[in-house]
């Protein structure tokens, strides 16, 4: 089995800033691109960055300039550092890896449990 633990939510002001951080643990062969999703109240889940294993990123233009990605492939984990928030990146976070465990020949999707992000004066 593969867990993603998140850390780092809570609430900030608007203009503020929060790191988010999420580890993988258990029963890991590899694992090929780890992101970032967030889901608000009353909508879809949506992408707000991705990192491939060689350090190439994607960003949703919503967070484009204000937040960064990265990872630490010899820890197995994944950070967001957002900057410059605003009320509307208020979410639920998700973690997401690509994984291979011993046992299987390709990746499986793995998620977090969540972590909360509130931007609120």
């Known amino acids: 089995q593969v867990q993603l633990v998140e850390s780092g939510g809570g609430l900030v002001q608007p203009g503020g800033s929060l790191r988010l951080s999420c580890a993988a643990s258990?029963?890991?062969?590899?694992?090929?691109?780890m992101g970032w999703y967030r889901q608000a109240l009353g909508k879809q889940r949506e992408l707000v960055a991705v990192i491939t294993n060689i350090g190439k990123t994607n960003y949703a233009d919503s967070v484009k300039g204000r937040f960064t990605i990265s990872r630490d492939n010899a820890k197995n984990t994944v950070s967001l550092q957002m900057n410059s928030l605003k009320p509307e990146d208020t979410a639920v976070y998700y973690c997401n890896a690509q994984v291979r465990t011993p046992r299987t020949s390709i990746a499986g999707d793995y998620w977090g449990q969540g972590t909360q992000v509130t931007v609120s004066s």
């Open positions: 258990g029963s890991i062969f590899a694992i090929y691109g």
